[in-house]
């Protein structure tokens, strides 16, 4: 174990985590200052009144700040992790703190695509029981890991692609009917990462299939991957809903920048603990309450800024990288997920079926 902290001193995945991170956050912040940044309208207070959301990875960190901003909105929480304890307890919090909301917890693994399609039933379920309208408004794609070793999914996958980006993917598709039942304008907001930018090609089939077992699992650029596919994912999904002329979902992707989080918690303790003070003292990391702005401003925009990129808080969007940007590369990401998604969606069927 210490053999494998001391070698990763010397790993260029660190090394490009502390150079390369570092200089997208910095060219993100300039953005701001130096670039055409534009600011958006937030909904007033209590826009939210009686609205559904849906935040993954709620119960800790940016998803657990986010739930709490938006039940300061009014809206009704469905609160979605891995772990049940920890949802009870967030649940309990969010409670406690009497906002005038309901909050539910759902257990859901992003990586498992049964847990996914188990939690869409339940949501369905939940939503009949308590005599609401059978749609959402509002779902935030927050939930990430930074693994520092290949883990493969049930479904065959990296874990950390699985739950960054493919089951985000699939969660959206299974609930987009939802999204679109809705009576009022709904969206999905995704939370996405300054670390985009560290990426400048990419091959759609390798970086969703690849299985780099070994000692040498390229942890920062497989993030970076996740991270950029999402993105790439949020601009293809607006363009698409937006060729249906009576659609009403609208598509943000949020950036919270470098964040206080346990996200790290991976990586030994000594690096983690030594990045967290380089950050504080470049004035880059922020507390989740901070760093949630971004997310907030998302989810509350007006619907005509669909397709925007919110970074830096104060209802502010920058442009994120070339690549990013890239029309044949999210419809090849797009057709290889939407492929991925089929064959797990017919493997279930065939389990379930024998």
């Not at 950390?160 to 809705?182: H, Q, R, W």
């Not at 989080?261 to 030994?268: G, Q, Y």
């Not at 442009?319 to 493997?347: C, N, Q, R, V």
Request: with cysteine.
């Amino acid at each position: 174990m210490a053999d494998g902290a001391f070698g990763m001193v010397f790993s260029w995945q660190l090394w490009r985590m502390a150079l390369l991170w570092t200089g997208s956050i910095l060219f993100s912040r300039l953005l701001l200052v130096f670039s055409s940044s534009t600011r958006v309208t937030r909904a007033t207070s209590g826009s939210g009144s009686g609205r559904i959301c849906v935040v993954t990875g709620a119960t800790s960190g940016l998803g657990k700040a986010a739930a709490i901003q938006l039940a300061r909105q009014h809206y009704h929480l469905i609160l979605a992790g891995r772990n049940p304890d920890l949802l009870i307890q967030t649940s309990q919090e969010i409670k406690e703190l009497r906002l005038n909301c309901l909050v539910e917890p759902i257990q859901l693994d992003l990586s498992s695509y049964i847990s996914i399609k188990n939690f869409q039933l339940s949501l369905k379920q939940r939503l009949s029981d308590l005599g609401f309208h059978h749609s959402i408004q509002l779902l935030v794609n927050n939930a990430g890991i930074l693994a520092n070793s290949f883990r493969e999914t049930p479904d065959g996958f990296d874990e950390m692609m699985a739950t960054n980006y493919i089951g985000a993917f699939v969660l959206t598709n299974l609930l987009m009917p939802l999204l679109k039942n809705s009576p009022v304008p709904s969206r999905v907001v995704n939370v996405t990462s300054f670390t985009h930018r560290c990426v400048f090609d990419l091959d759609v089939y390798e970086v969703l299939y690849a299985r780099r077992k070994g000692q040498n699992y390229p942890l920062a650029s497989t993030y970076e991957y996740s991270k950029l596919c999402l993105l790439l994912f949020s601009y293809e999904l607006h363009r698409r809903l937006h060729l249906e002329p009576t659609c009403h979902v609208s598509v943000m992707a949020a950036d919270p920048g470098v964040v206080k989080t346990n996200i790290m918690r991976e990586l030994p303790l000594y690096i983690s603990r030594f990045s967290l003070f380089v950050l504080r003292i470049l004035c880059l990391l922020q507390p989740p309450e901070i760093g949630v702005n971004s997310i907030i401003d998302a989810s509350l925009a007006p619907p005509e800024s669909s397709g925007k990129y919110f970074f830096g808080g104060k209802c502010r969007t920058i442009e994120s990288s070339l690549l990013s940007g890239d029309t044949k590369i999210a419809e090849k990401l797009w057709s290889a997920s939407f492929a991925i998604f089929k064959e797990m969606e017919s493997k279930a069927n065939q389990t379930i079926s024998s």
